[in-house]
């Protein structure tokens, strides 16, 4: 069986390598002899990272030469799935609504055997931005959703009937983590942080927020990184060190090693910025820790598909939908909480909490548990209607 995944960004995104690596697994554990092809411009290190075929271009190009190579190989494919994250919103830029909805209406052209695979359906104001989904998602024979909210969406706004079935996110079917996989970290014992720079840009618009100009951080965004200082030094002091895990390679680094630099013990603070990290290896560091504080999704399902206790902190439903998922709402918060007074003082009542929840981790573990079988038999159902 020859299975061609369009997938996100595998180039800079650690959450989007954290669904591929679940989707190679999943695929694997339903059809041991299939041949997987991603696509990504960094071709010899995720074949090496994924053990697969790669098609060698970025999964963003607007080069018409790869759309139609892209076309080729969906042609040659037995089931094109499609998936990786929250592709279709319009809260950070409506163009994107259109690239995917040109994108994927070729390639369903060339195979009509897609799959939409485990996606999030984001805020989405514009009505004609939700036509246009409803008319994309329309094109697959099935499509998988990670959470029941964005079938109720995808239904709301006009998706063929039958189509849609809610499940959960592929990222917490990866394989387990192994110790000795695990990058060096110059400690012990430590608490891991994954750092989100936030409230720094206009919401909506036509363009992607890199492509603008002349916007400058705000006073939310200044306060932000305030707050997160305070929580890295606190947990420097609790935990003994820090380890701060960019998990988008292309805006977290940096940011991450501004945090370092201002914390009251710099030389506590160790940032996974380098880029030679694999979707295993970053679960095995995570694995490691005594606590995660996530302000970014799959941080948070990375760490507790592996067990590790874990406080959230959403910006768009998505993290609050996944808590909702494993129970964990009393360890959830808004971004926005962040910005009020007591904020460091509400973070380290919780990570304490977290940590001496026996309670929570066991429901977490079963939970994780139910969800991998539920998107074992999902992702069954959808090849078999997408061969049907």
Not at 147 to 168: C, F, K, N
Not at 233 to 253: N, Q, R, Y
Not at 323 to 332: H, P
Not at 337 to 361: C, F, H, K, S, Y
Request: some cysteine.
């Amino acid at each position: 069986m020859n299975v061609l995944v369009v997938n996100s960004d595998l180039a800079a995104n650690r959450g989007d390598r954290a669904i591929a690596a679940g989707l190679v697994a999943l695929v694997r554990a339903l059809e041991p002899g299939a041949r997987i092809t991603l696509i990504s411009q960094h071709a010899d290190r995720d074949r090496d990272w994924y053990g697969v075929d790669v098609l060698p271009q970025n999964i963003h190009s607007l080069n018409p030469l790869d759309l139609l190579r892209l076309m080729r190989a969906a042609r040659r494919a037995d089931v094109v799935l499609w998936g990786g994250g929250e592709l279709l919103k319009d809260y950070t830029n409506r163009l994107g609504v259109w690239y995917w909805a040109v994108k994927m209406r070729c390639v369903s052209a060339a195979n009509p055997r897609v799959v939409g695979t485990f996606q999030g359906i984001g805020r989405t104001r514009a009505r004609s931005s939700r036509r246009l989904i409803a008319r994309t998602v329309s094109r697959t024979r099935t499509f998988l959703t990670r959470d029941a909210q964005s079938r109720e969406l995808l239904e709301s706004w006009g998706v063929r009937p039958g189509i849609v079935t809610a499940s959960y996110d592929c990222a917490v079917y990866a394989a387990d983590a192994r110790p000795e996989s695990a990058s060096d970290v110059p400690f012990e014992r430590f608490a891991v942080v994954a750092p989100r720079q936030w409230f720094h840009y206009r919401e909506g618009g036509w363009l992607p927020h890199r492509w603008r100009r002349g916007q400058g951080p705000s006073a939310q965004s200044r306060s932000l990184a305030t707050t997160v200082v305070s929580m890295v030094d606190a947990l420097v002091e609790s935990h003994g060190a820090v380890v701060l895990a960019p998990m988008h390679m292309g805006e977290d680094p940096a940011y991450a090693r501004e945090l370092r630099d201002r914390a009251a013990r710099p030389d506590r603070v160790h940032v996974l910025d380098g880029d030679e990290l694999g979707p295993e290896a970053l679960r095995s560091v995570i694995a490691r820790a005594d606590v995660m504080v996530a302000l970014r999704l799959h941080a948070g399902i990375v760490a507790t598909s592996v067990g590790v206790p874990t406080v959230t902190y959403y910006y768009v439903d998505k993290g609050r939908l996944y808590a909702e998922q494993l129970g964990a709402q009393e360890y959830t918060r808004p971004i926005e909480r962040l910005l009020e007074p007591d904020a460091l003082a509400d973070l380290t009542a919780m990570v304490a909490a977290v940590e001496a929840d026996g309670e929570q981790r066991a429901r977490t573990h079963e939970r994780i548990g139910a969800m991998r079988e539920h998107l074992r038999d999902d992702l069954a159902a959808a090849l078999a209607a997408a061969r049907s």
